[in-house]
């Protein structure tokens, strides 16, 4: 089993429509959860970082995590077509430096 | 936030040969690393690169195929040697700051043929 299982869609959807993605992983001592968006041919760019559980919100972007169900999802609000890329999500322990990748979502947003 | 610039950002090799890719920052980091990402795969750690040390190799990664260089806090190298054509895949050099967050460059698309 992976320690992070993310489905790798294609997910396609309409401009405007809110968008969930969505990670599970295995290992309790993960602390620290990221979501990263990778547009073709770019290297990934942090978009959202939380700890422990709980959401975080930055404009239409919230990221949710819940530790007892180890289960970590990002919400994109009034999805745009610029919002197409891959998203991958990445965790880590306490106290470590490495971190544990999905193997990335691809979303298109069609207009 | 950290600036990362990569060369080359593609190349496409012989098998048998050798590839030095370079990561520059445009700040003092401490914390370097360098990923691999393949068709489909997740991004995988190859090995952590601190200035000042050797670097720390994760499993299934040996330092004779990727010899990595770290001579200061804004600068290092990974060769990738003796290519094969499993060796194709895009490297990616990332750097970690004080928050814990992890930046990473363009990539170098490396094709072996």
């Known amino acids: 089993q992976k320690e992070v299982e993310q489905d790798p869609g294609p997910l396609s959807v309409p401009e405007g429509a809110i968008v969930s993605l969505n990670c599970t992983y295995s290992?309790?001592?993960?602390?620290?959860f990221m979501w990263y968006r990778q547009y073709s041919r770019k290297g990934p760019e942090l978009l959202m970082y939380?700890?422990?559980?709980g959401n975080k919100e930055d404009g239409r972007f919230t990221a949710q995590v819940d530790k007892s169900s180890k289960y970590i999802s990002l919400f994109i609000r009034d999805s745009q077509p610029s919002d197409s890329a891959t998203y991958l999500c990445?965790?880590?322990?306490?106290?470590?430096?490495?971190?544990?990748f999905g193997t990335g979502t691809r979303l298109q947003v069609f207009p | 936030s950290a600036v990362i610039s990569q060369k080359p950002s593609r190349d496409i090799c012989q098998r048998g040969t050798s590839l030095t890719i370079q990561c520059q920052v445009d700040?003092?980091?401490?914390?370097m690393f360098w990923y691999r990402q393949q068709p489909g795969q997740s991004l995988t750690l190859i090995a952590t690169?601190?200035?000042?040390?050797?670097?720390?190799?994760e499993s299934g990664f040996v330092i004779d195929k990727f010899p990595i260089s770290r001579p200061n806090l804004t600068f290092s190298t990974l060769t990738v040697s003796n290519m094969s054509p499993e060796d194709s895949s895009i490297y990616l050099c990332?750097?970690?700051?004080?928050?814990?967050?992890?930046?990473f460059g363009e990539g170098s698309r490396l094709t072996v043929l």
């Open positions: 700040s003092q980091v401490t914390m």
């Open positions: 990445a965790m880590s322990a306490y106290n470590t430096d490495k971190l544990i």
């Open positions: 990332s750097v970690g700051v004080m928050t814990g967050e992890l930046f």
């Open positions: 939380t700890y422990s559980s």
């Open positions: 690169a601190n200035q000042g040390s050797e670097a720390t190799y």
């Open positions: 290992n309790s001592a993960f602390q620290y």
